[in-house]
């Protein structure tokens, strides 16, 4: 099946810095890509719909000025916090979907990265 | 927007019972709806889907059922086993590329 990798699995920083996450899709081309948050315990919240070559759609409440997504390749995107602060800390999860083997429009999760603003 | 609601959120059954989960949604243009199941700390695992042209898909053990006219769709898991312990998100899209809005999830627990 189609495979989506995050990098990094777990990231710790000071409080004003900025962290960068990676989603790759590594055997296919994900031409819609998604990052969610989730926080212990309750569901997943979608931050930001983000298409190859465009700008990112936010959803309401997200500023779009702390959470940078990029999506430059169809196989890349990334997710910057940028000046990050402790309630930032959270499970940050992608998900990808495109022409993958077997369904052309299922989506496919990112192992997720633990951030830990100190 | 979308809306998903889904009951219980926790739901205790003894090994070997069946489980049933029940959602419901807002849109009525959403024709896909997924079941995930989240272990903790790991990724959502997609364990079955239904679209909207189907009344009910069976794989195994898990069943799904929708009912459009009512906006609610259920999973069921019979025989169930101390593995199947997690938490299971419903969800809804739209279209194919959309984004697809989660419910609040039911925490499974399985006693042996």
């Known amino acids: 099946g189609a495979v989506v990798s995050q990098h990094p699995s777990r990231v710790i920083c000071k409080s004003g810095t900025s962290v960068k996450i990676e989603c790759r899709s590594l055997d296919f081309q994900a031409t819609t890509m998604f990052w969610y948050r989730q926080f212990p315990k309750k569901s997943l919240m979608l931050m930001a719909t983000s298409n190859e070559g465009s700008k990112a759609t936010y959803e309401q409440g997200v500023e779009k000025d702390k959470f940078l997504i990029n999506h430059a390749s169809l196989t890349l995107s990334t997710l910057t916090v940028t000046s990050a602060h402790p309630e930032d800390s959270s499970f940050y999860i992608c998900?990808?979907?495109?022409?993958?083997?077997?369904?052309?429009?299922?989506?496919?999760f990112g192992p997720g990265t633990r951030l830990t603003v100190l | 927007g979308e809306n998903v609601e889904q009951h219980p959120s926790t739901l205790s059954v003894q090994e070997g019972d069946s489980a049933v989960i029940k959602c419901t949604y807002s849109?009525?243009?959403?024709?896909?709806f997924p079941w995930y199941k989240q272990e903790l700390g790991k990724r959502p695992q997609l364990i079955i889907d239904i679209r909207s042209n189907v009344g009910e898909k069976k794989d195994q053990r898990i069943a799904v059922t929708l009912n459009k006219t009512a906006k609610h769709f259920s999973l069921h898991i019979t025989e169930t086993q101390p593995e199947d312990s997690a938490v299971y998100f419903c969800a809804a899209r739209k279209t194919s590329y959309d984004k697809v809005i989660f419910g609040p999830g039911t925490s499974l627990s399985v006693i042996p």
């Open positions: 849109d009525s243009a959403s024709n896909y």
């Open positions: 998900s990808a979907t495109g022409l993958a083997e077997g369904s052309a429009d299922t989506q496919y």
